[in-house]
């Protein structure tokens, strides 16, 4: 048998390895893709957005999963009422989060999201999200701890106690596993363990409408309340800052304006230091749907920002409201305003964004 190899086919495969290996290693957005998994899994929410600001429009476009990925670490490192729209918002497609039953979860990193709607309070929606997680196979280890927490409380310790024991076999999670098989037979200091307590304060006793039918929640994607979902854990617990901050970004996503102008009173339980930026261009687009721009700011307003605004609806007068020529003049400038996205949201609606 001759095994000589040809000499150029040699050659041609080491320059076809090497450049697939150079793609890998160092093309920037696959490193910062790299990284943003990296930094997601071990909650590094601010390394995470460093790294995310490198990254260009359309690979948001490309991987569904990164925008869920940039909105947790928005909210967890406290910038999502100041910063959101830093970042590509895809229209109402990213409405957070994503609906347990979207066949589209596979996609958009389950865990990650599962481990949001168990610090919302929607306990439901994070054990079917879990169950998606281990369906996927890419974090089972994730999806057992979160699957423990969750039957932790709702009391079905039997369903719990076995995913320990397999939890304590792993070098990582012993510890973990084991402080929590001590907590099952001390049931007096499970019910102070601090990371079940917080989510006892704000969890609902049932995400889904009691009227809906079985085969239409696990099907149908648009019967998701998201409005009514947040309200009612804002019923529960007006502190639910989680519960806020999704409520504003789901009436600001879906260019809601005045319902956000509406609910700043509730800013009152929460602890920020003035009105969050977001929110000030909704009141400020308000006066601008208003056809005007008042002298006299409301209370507590960055000037700055007003200033800016009065520049958009001169720009705004100046194309005699043309949502597309007035997007045209100014998405270049001013990348990071919530105007721009809410005028391509307006323009989406009337299926014109095509023409920008």
Request: hydrophobic share 40%; charged share 30%.
């Amino acid at each position: 048998m001759n095994l000589k190899l040809n000499p150029w086919k040699v050659v041609f495969l080491l320059f076809f390895t090497a450049a697939i290996l150079c793609f890998f290693f160092f093309d920037a957005s696959a490193k910062a893709l790299r990284k943003i998994n990296y930094f997601s899994q071990r909650r590094m929410w601010n390394e995470l957005l460093a790294e995310a600001e490198k990254l260009p429009e359309k690979q948001y476009q490309k991987d569904p999963s990164l925008y869920t990925k940039v909105f947790n670490a928005l909210f967890y490192s406290g910038r999502l009422p100041y910063e959101e729209f830093k970042y590509p918002a895809y229209l109402a497609y990213n409405i957070p989060p994503p609906r347990p039953t979207n066949p589209r979860i596979a996609v958009l990193d389950p865990c990650l999201i599962a481990q949001a709607y168990l610090d919302l309070g929607l306990v439901n929606h994070a054990e079917l999200m879990s169950y998606w997680a281990k369906e996927s196979g890419d974090d089972p280890v994730c999806a057992d701890k979160q699957l423990v927490l969750i039957y932790i409380l709702k009391e079905n310790f039997r369903a719990a106690r076995p995913l320990l024991m397999r939890l304590k076999k792993t070098i990582h999670q012993r510890s973990w596993a084991e402080k929590y098989l001590k907590l099952l037979d001390d049931k007096s200091a499970l019910g102070q363990e601090e990371s079940l307590s917080r989510i006892r304060k704000v969890m609902i006793d049932s995400d889904f409408r009691e009227d809906e039918e079985l085969l239409i929640r696990l099907t149908n994607d648009a019967q998701f309340d998201y409005e009514g979902v947040f309200n009612r854990l804002l019923e529960k617990n007006k502190h639910n800052k989680m519960a806020f901050e999704y409520l504003m970004s789901y009436y600001l996503l879906t260019g809601q304006t005045q319902k956000v102008e509406e609910n700043l009173p509730r800013l009152s339980c929460f602890a920020y230091p003035g009105i969050p930026h977001n929110y000030q261009e909704a009141v400020l687009i308000n006066m601008i749907k208003g056809n005007a721009m008042p002298q006299k700011l409301p209370e507590k307003m960055d000037k700055a920002l007003a200033d800016k605004y009065r520049y958009f609806y001169e720009t705004y007068r100046k194309y005699k409201f043309s949502d597309i020529d007035t997007l045209n003049e100014l998405k270049d400038k001013h990348p990071g305003s919530y105007f721009i996205y809410y005028l391509k949201l307006r323009l989406d609606k009337n299926e014109k964004y095509s023409q920008i």
